[in-house]
């Protein structure tokens, strides 16, 4: 079975300075992998995401997002947070050819971002 | 404009007591799933549709049942809940393509006293 490993639950950034979510995955075969963001008392809204092709992936809000196979993972950076970026953010893989299509997800991080 | 829709968002219950949380989309998606969400643990499948008239067992479907009523709707059942099952629960959907992504609820919030 597919899992997802988020380093760090809580990560704390000044406004201004770079944001890094690190996710790793297990998986023989390289999955479709997936970023949500879920802004408090709301339902997760997907950031970007990685299926084919080009392994930066850039997304809403100026999130990007680098898959690398070699290290199975899939970081979220953003070089400047604001304020608004505030909020939960979570990894998600997809198998290839799962039955049900259905997505893992990762524990979850929340950031924080002092002015 | 709806999306995924569900109802109640805010429920209460005594240990034992059944409910069903409602969930309906209309984006036309054949898949359709119910992930619980509790600190720490991202969220976790319950149980999910991949297509109408077809029910699956997620990763933790003990103390659930679900009924695909029709392509749009996807219930939520707790015939009798326990404490352990307060949590946050969120329905979504996903259409044929298997890189497409989840469009989720906005959530049920469910507190077992």
């Known amino acids: 079975a597919q899992s997802v490993t988020q380093l760090g639950s809580h990560v704390s950034v000044s406004e201004g300075a770079l944001v890094l979510l690190r996710c790793n995955y297990s998986s023989s075969v390289p999955p479709y992998l997936f970023w949500y963001v879920q802004y408090p008392n709301q339902g997760l809204q997907l950031l970007l995401k990685?299926?084919?092709?080009?392994?930066l992936v850039k997304g809403i809000n100026g999130f990007e997002a680098e898959f690398k196979k070699s290290e199975t993972s899939f970081h979220l950076t953003k070089p400047s947070a604001h304020m608004s970026d505030a909020a939960e953010y979570f990894c998600?893989?997809?198998?290839?050819?799962?039955?049900?299509?259905?997505?893992?997800f990762g524990g979850g991080t929340r950031v924080l971002v002092k002015p | 404009n709806a999306g995924v829709t569900q109802t109640p968002k805010f429920q209460v219950l005594k240990t034992g007591q059944s409910m069903t949380l409602q969930c309906a989309q209309d984006m036309n998606h054949n898949s359709m799933y119910w992930y619980r969400q509790d600190p720490g643990m991202g969220l976790r499948l319950i149980y999910y549709s991949a297509s109408e008239g077809t029910t699956d067992k997620g990763e933790v479907p003990n103390g659930y049942n679900v009924s695909r009523l029709n392509k749009r709707e996807f219930s939520l059942r707790l015939e009798s809940a326990a404490p352990s099952q307060t949590s946050v629960y969120f329905c979504?959907?996903?259409?044929?393509?298997?890189?497409?992504?989840?469009?989720f609820g906005e959530g049920s919030r469910l507190t077992v006293l």
């Open positions: 998600a893989v997809s198998e290839r050819e799962a039955a049900g299509n259905k997505l893992t």
């Open positions: 979504a959907s996903r259409g044929l393509a298997t890189t497409g992504e989840l469009f």
């Open positions: 990685y299926t084919t092709g080009a392994t």
